[in-house]
């Protein structure tokens, strides 16, 4: 009995975490990007300029 509840409890972790994946991938974050990864659309090219230029100090 013990058993069938752990793996029960699993079964429904696992449909948990990827449900939240699936409905993260489907939700517009505000960058504008169909994904919603939020690697695309919003790149601050003075802020990647600054932090080449503070690494290269080193």
């Known amino acids: 009995m013990v058993q069938q509840l752990l793996v029960g409890l699993l079964f429904v972790g696992a449909v948990g975490y990827l ?7 489907f939700k517009a974050k505000s960058t504008g990007c169909a994904s919603g990864c939020g690697k695309c659309g919003a790149i601050d090219l003075n802020k990647i300029e600054a932090q080449i230029r503070k690494n290269e100090k080193f």
């Open 19 to 25: 449900g939240r994946i699936l409905y993260q991938s």
